[in-house]
């Protein structure tokens, strides 16, 4: 069983179409992210929800939307996409600790998102 | 400039080689994890280290966490192709809800 998934899997789209990836976790997590990773690898949070509540939005432009319907999803959806849209988006969740133990994320497998 | 700074960026060796791959800050972190990630795939989670000076072992890696918790090793013994990733530190901060990476180590382990 896939504890976080994410669809598609690859999205090739063209400038200024509006897109959204979708992920759910099945381990009962109450903490949701997004991160991009760019060509460098460097991997970067742009959000994160705690029960369906935004908790994390880390500089990140309005045209990235997320929307949490329940805990164990959490969408994006990107308006007027851009080229520097490109990367692969990761989805992750986790269970929120008391301070200092764990807060280990579960990771998706990637959404390769192309811009041309 | 990064909060995490990890080096070497990019680590070419021969199976049986040791290395060392190292994971350092000025700020001082709740815990720090190491992660490792597959072409294709997402980071998978290999350990994390809370207690400042602390020593974990997995199999042939050992993960150190610094006494003032400001940094991390993470060494490998006796490399095997199957090593071969990308090595991704993460700290935690203290409130718990956000997690900071470094820049990775792609470590390539050659048969």
Not at chain 1, 18 to 31: A, F, M, P, R, V
Not at chain 2, 11 to 19: A, F, P, R, Y
Not at chain 2, 22 to 30: D, G, I, P
Not at chain 2, 51 to 69: I, M, P, S, Y
Request: hydrophobic share 30%; glycine share 8%; net charge positive.
């Amino acid at each position: 069983d896939t504890a976080v998934s994410q669809t598609p899997k690859y999205l090739v789209t063209q400038m200024g179409n509006d897109k959204s990836i979708k992920c759910e976790q099945n381990l009962g997590h109450d903490t949701m992210y997004w991160y991009k990773q760019d060509s460098k690898k460097f991997l970067k949070i742009m959000f994160s929800y705690n029960n369906k509540e935004l908790i994390i939005n880390e500089t990140v432009p309005n045209r990235f939307s997320p929307k949490s319907p329940d805990k164990a999803h959490l969408n994006l959806h990107i308006n007027s996409l851009e080229l520097g849209d490109s990367a692969v988006y990761f989805c992750a969740s986790s269970q929120r600790r008391p301070r200092g133990q764990g807060g280990e994320q579960y990771f998706g497998p990637g959404t390769r998102l192309t811009v041309t | 400039t990064q909060l995490l700074e990890q080096s070497p960026q990019f680590l070419s060796i021969q199976e049986g080689e040791n290395l060392t791959v190292y994971c350092n800050s000025s700020s001082v972190f709740s815990s720090l994890q190491w992660y490792r990630q597959e072409p294709g795939e997402g980071p998978v989670l290999l350990v994390t280290v809370v207690t400042g000076g602390e020593v974990k072992k997995l199999k042939r890696l050992t993960f150190q966490f610094g006494d003032a918790r400001k940094d991390s090793s993470l060494h490998i013994t006796a490399a095997q192709p199957g090593d071969t990733g990308l090595y991704l530190c993460a700290a935690l901060n203290f409130a718990g809800n956000m997690l900071t990476f470094g820049g990775g180590t792609r470590l390539m382990v050659k048969p």
